[in-house]
């Protein structure tokens, strides 16, 4: 609780001294502290960024197919133009920004779990909340063993905590007490 402190305050209008006042200050709660353990999401990360990379060329390479197959087709055949070609790279840059997004959206970069509040640190600035290690539920909806695209094994599982519900690619084992990616089975 904070203590009250003596402030001077001078009074210009009436010429007089300065006295001494005393500034009340309100209790303040406690703020919840930081959740205490930070856990990056390394995997998943490395997953999202190689799968949006594997997606952006896959568009690429359909997008060379078609704009080939369109310019290379006899004239009186309805070829395309270069209008045609200018909406089917419009249309394949929004589709492959569009999967990029989804892919990097999925995997947070990491999760800061606390006993009064976990923390989930997305991967373009949002913070999701929820309660803390006893009161948060973990639903592993499915486990992906490490392969081309990650070096981990990653788990996709659903946070759930008052009214927020939300899944997310996360290492295997990264919301056990212990805090490690090794063996043991995840809460829920």
């Given at each position: 609780?904070?203590?009250?402190?003596?402030?001077?305050?001078?009074?210009?209008?009436?010429?007089?001294?300065?006295?001494?006042?005393?500034?009340?200050?309100?209790?303040?709660?406690?703020?919840?502290?930081?959740?205490n353990d930070?856990?990056?999401?390394?995997?998943?990360?490395?997953?999202?960024?190689?799968?949006s990379i594997?997606?952006?060329?896959?568009?690429?390479?359909?997008?060379?197919?078609?704009?080939?197959?369109?310019?290379?087709?006899?004239?009186?055949?309805?070829?395309?133009?270069?209008?045609?070609?200018?909406?089917?790279?419009?249309?394949?840059?929004?589709?492959?920004?569009?999967?990029?997004?989804?892919?990097?959206?999925?995997?947070?970069?990491?999760?800061?779990?606390?006993?009064?509040?976990?923390?989930?640190?997305?991967?373009?600035?949002?913070?999701?909340?929820?309660?803390?290690?006893?009161?948060?539920?973990?639903?592993?909806?499915?486990?992906?063993?490490?392969?081309?695209?990650?070096?981990?094994?990653?788990?996709?599982?659903?946070?759930?905590?008052?009214?927020?519900?939300?899944?997310?690619?996360?290492?295997?084992?990264?919301?056990?007490?212990?805090?490690?990616?090794?063996?043991?089975?995840?809460?829920?």
């Amino acid at each position: 609780m904070a203590s009250a402190r003596a402030v001077r305050v001078t009074r210009p209008r009436d010429g007089g001294s300065a006295r001494p006042v005393r500034v009340a200050t309100l209790p303040r709660e406690p703020s919840t502290p930081a959740p205490n353990d930070l856990r990056e999401n390394r995997g998943a990360s490395r997953r999202a960024i190689r799968l949006s990379i594997v997606y952006a060329v896959a568009i690429a390479g359909v997008y060379g197919v078609l704009a080939t197959l369109a310019l290379t087709g006899p004239a009186g055949s309805g070829s395309g133009t270069a209008d045609d070609l200018l909406y089917l790279g419009a249309i394949a840059v929004a589709v492959g920004a569009l999967g990029v997004v989804v892919a990097l959206a999925a995997a947070p970069r990491a999760v800061a779990v606390g006993d009064r509040e976990t923390v989930v640190l997305g991967r373009f600035g949002g913070r999701y909340r929820y309660p803390g290690r006893a009161a948060l539920r973990v639903t592993v909806l499915q486990r992906t063993p490490a392969g081309l695209l990650s070096p981990v094994p990653l788990e996709l599982v659903e946070l759930a905590g008052g009214t927020a519900r939300r899944t997310f690619l996360l290492d295997e084992h990264l919301l056990d007490p212990s805090g490690s990616n090794g063996a043991g089975a995840a809460p829920g």
